[in-house]
């Protein structure tokens, strides 16, 4: 999801960032629209999506970036809609139970992987949001419940998260632009060091009760992540 912000925080300067934002959610909210008494996109909804291509096409041209910059960007702004839109849901569901603290660091640490790491994604909107909110059900509510017999046997199953999320990922979306090796090598980085992070907070909190429930959810949040890592490359074997 949010990859868009980590490409236009490398890549581009805060100017570009908020207008380029504004010109691909423009086009994503305007393509979507459809008239009420027929299945035709309107005349003036035709304008002025043609009003907001020629615009990109002007700031590519200015700023000299990329077709492949700016079909990332494209992406990104998407992705970025649509996680926002459920982490909105997800946050009422979470605070009406009481685990709104819990679904923060689970929300952190899974849209970090995910950025880096890629894994399964849906077709369709409804079906990325139930699969979402299945995974965080089960780092949150229904994994903690069991009893592991002690923190050696997390930190052995982290390491083993850690060495299968770096030689088998990232597993990128169909739907964006491929990666270059550049990207996928930072990427992998990134996921290496941030599970090496969360061993090491392991190793040290492990007796600090404050902050188990937290530790719990982020062992299950990576055990998740890399499950679901492990059948995207299947699948993408398999296509």
């Known amino acids: 999801m949010l990859f868009f912000f980590s490409f236009c925080f490398e890549y581009m300067c805060f100017p570009h960032f908020f207008i380029l934002t504004f010109v691909f959610t423009s086009i994503y909210l305007n393509i ?7 299945s035709k996109i309107s005349s003036l909804r035709i304008f002025e999506v043609t009003k907001v291509d ?22 990104s702004v998407t992705a ?37 790491g890629g894994g399964y994604h849906c077709k369709h909107y409804i079906t990325c949001l139930m ?5 965080s059900v089960l780092a949150i509510i229904v994994l903690p419940l069991i009893s592991l017999p002690n923190y050696s046997i997390m930190i052995c199953v982290l390491i083993v998260c ?15 632009p491929n990666p270059d090796i550049l990207l996928i090598k930072r990427c992998n980085i990134k996921c290496f060091l941030v599970i090496l992070t969360f061993i090491i907070i392991v190793s040290i909190f492990n007796s600090n009760n404050g ?25 993408r074997k398999g296509d």
């Open 32 to 38: 979507s629209y459809r008239c009420n008494c027929c």
């Open 80 to 116: 970025m809609l649509s996680e926002i839109s459920k982490i909105v849901i997800l946050s009422i569901f979470y605070l009406f139970i009481g685990k709104f603290d819990l679904f923060v660091a689970f929300s952190a640490l899974l849209i970090f992987l995910r950025i880096n």
């Open 131 to 135: 699969l979402t909110t299945l995974i």
């Open 162 to 176: 850690l060495l299968v999320t770096y030689y088998i990922g990232p597993v990128p979306s169909p739907f964006r």
């Open 211 to 235: 902050i188990k429930p937290y530790l719990v959810v982020g062992f299950w949040t990576i055990t998740l992540h890399t499950l679901q890592l492990i059948i995207a490359k299947i699948l």
């Open 54 to 75: 020629s615009l990109s096409a002007k700031i590519q041209k200015m700023y000299g970036y990329s077709d492949y910059e700016m079909a990332l960007i494209k992406y």
